[in-house]
């Protein structure tokens, strides 16, 4: 039976190098990605996409910073509005190449996805997300006396702006891709997690300085459209206990309790696989769909794993 996926791409799935690498690095990371995403549609399923930007947004924050004397600077906002409207440009053109290769007519498109996060969120008392580049200790002291930043030592290598993080709460845009994801559409959405807003008292909205975890907005964006499957898409086939040790052991399976159990104890730390599991437990308690399920495997094993036949299916028991 198709399938409502929504997939999640890693950074790896469009970026590569340390800064993300140069635009026709991207695009070719980009063409392998959309020969696995064609695999899904051409099997039938909906596909709803959203995508990180990390590298990409450092880039622009170091346009910025280059170009500080001499043109006027792009906020955090603009800077994710503008690489989700670019890096959903270039993904929707690779899957529409292949899917002409494949004598199919799909078409794919991009919206630029606002979502509203709480003004009281603790996140804003706690800034942790590190965004940009490292600085030295007197340039990170001008930047803290002219721009008001938080910054945080890095031990060898330098000063870095963080950010407060906040919990995604609704996507604004939520009705245009409900309707669109049930007519069959491809879409890419809610790219780094969604352009982060608040809401005034008069019911106006305006961007502020933060960045929401992409892997969140997807369990949310998931869980709004009701779809069958969220798929994050990392580097590694499956989660793993005790990874990088002797001990290592993948997981076929991992139900809600086990993942809470596994977080608490250190398993899955907030660098690395952490923010993804949480992520798919936040999904499935979200979503009302009785047979949903997340999967958390590589982007060229997606296919297999829909399948059963690979990646770590979280799932609500067993």
Partial sequence: MPNKIVVALGGN???SGKFGGDIPSQFAQSRVTA????DLIEAGHHVLLTHGNGPQVGTVLRRV???RNEVYPIDLGLCVADTQAGMGYMICQCIRNEMVKRTSDVTATTIVTT??????DPAFDNPSKPIGQFYDQETIRLRIASDRWVVKHIPNKGYRRVVPSPKPQEILEIDLIHELFDEGRVIVCCGGGGIPCIQDP??????????IDKDLTAALLASEVDADTLAI???VERVCLDYGTPDEKELDTLTVDEARKYRESGQFPDGSMGPKVDACVDFLDRTENPNARAIITSIT??????EGKAGTHVVRSR
Avoid: F, K, M, Q
Wanted: with cysteine; net charge negative; aromatic share 2%.
């Fill in 35 to 38: 020969v696995h995403i064609a």
């Fill in 115 to 120: 979502v509203r996060v709480n003004p009281n």
């Fill in 301 to 306: 094993s997606c296919l297999d794993a829909l």
């Fill in 65 to 67: 910073e280059l170009s």
């Fill in 13 to 15: 799935a469009i970026s």
């Fill in 202 to 211: 008069s019911g106006g909205y305006e961007g502020i300085e933060a960045v």
């Fill in 233 to 235: 898409l990392t580097d």
